[in-house]
T-cell receptor
Framework: DVKVTQSSRYLVKRTGEKVFLECVQDMDHENMFWYRQDPGLGLRLIYFSYDVKMKEKGDIPEGYSVSREKKERFSLILESASTNQTSMYLC?????????????FGPGTRLTVL | AQSVAQPEDQVNVAEGNPLTVKCTYSVSGNPYLFWYVQYPNRGLQFLLKYITGDNLVKGSYGFEAEFNKSQTSFHLKKPSALVSDSALYFCAVSGTYKYIFGTGTRLKVLA
């Protein structure tokens, strides 16, 4: 079974702090994704990566950056956390054959910024 | 631009009754459609997907989905609902390695 893990289930940070969210997958997937989930808005793509050291902006990249130094690990960075970044963050991975690929999700990190 | 719509924020159904969660899509080209379920405080779990072929797709936990090209719909169905099916359901369309998700439908199955 594919396993995608995220470093924290719950996180509380203060405005202005730098925040790191880590995601690790164990299936040798090349594609990895970061989404945020907000009530009434569904899931929105922040960034994705299709290879080590490669990254692409998603629909809402502002205020975020990412790092992919190793194939299995994809980090989301909030350079200076703000209250409007309070949300559920979900990581996913997929094997890149084509658009029919299934994405596999981690359990999520619920981030609260005070 | 690709898009997905889930017109119902919440669906209530009695245990044992059939359930339907609606999804409509707008894509150029072939649609690749997915359903995911999210239980409280959990990530999304894959249920099923439509790529091509048979319009009725069978998935996990007894769920199935019907692809209707003329109505651009991909409704999720189950013949007999269980209380444990209560969760948040998301429809998604895939394109250029990215998913576009609907806003989600909360299913509540009443005992």
């Amino acid at each position: 079974d594919v396993k995608v893990t995220q470093s924290s289930r719950y996180l509380v940070k203060r405005t202005g702090e730098k925040v790191f969210l880590e995601c690790v997958q164990d299936m040798d997937h090349e594609n990895m994704f970061w989404y945020r989930q907000d009530p009434g808005l569904g899931l929105r793509l922040i960034y994705f990566s299709y290879d080590v050291k490669m990254k692409e902006k998603g629909d809402i990249p502002e205020g975020y950056s990412v790092s992919r130094e190793k194939k299995e690990r994809f980090s989301l960075i909030l350079e200076s956390a703000s209250t409007n970044q309070t949300s559920m963050y979900l990581c996913a991975s997929s094997y890149p054959t084509d658009d029919t690929d299934t994405q596999y999700f981690g359990p999520g990190t619920r981030l609260t910024v005070l | 631009a690709q898009s997905v719509a889930q017109p119902e924020d919440q669906v209530n159904v009695a245990e044992g009754n059939p359930l339907t969660v609606k999804c409509t899509y707008s894509v150029s080209g072939n649609p690749y459609l997915f359903w995911y379920v999210q239980y409280p405080n959990r990530g999304l779990q894959f249920l099923l997907k439509y790529i091509t072929g048979d319009n009725l797709v069978k998935g996990s936990y007894g769920f199935e989905a019907e692809f209707n090209k003329s109505q651009t719909s991909f409704h999720l169905k189950k013949p007999s609902a269980l209380v444990s099916d209560s969760a948040l359901y998301f429809c998604a369309v895939s394109g250029t390695y990215k998913y576009i998700f609907g806003t989600g439908t909360r299913l509540k199955v009443l005992a």
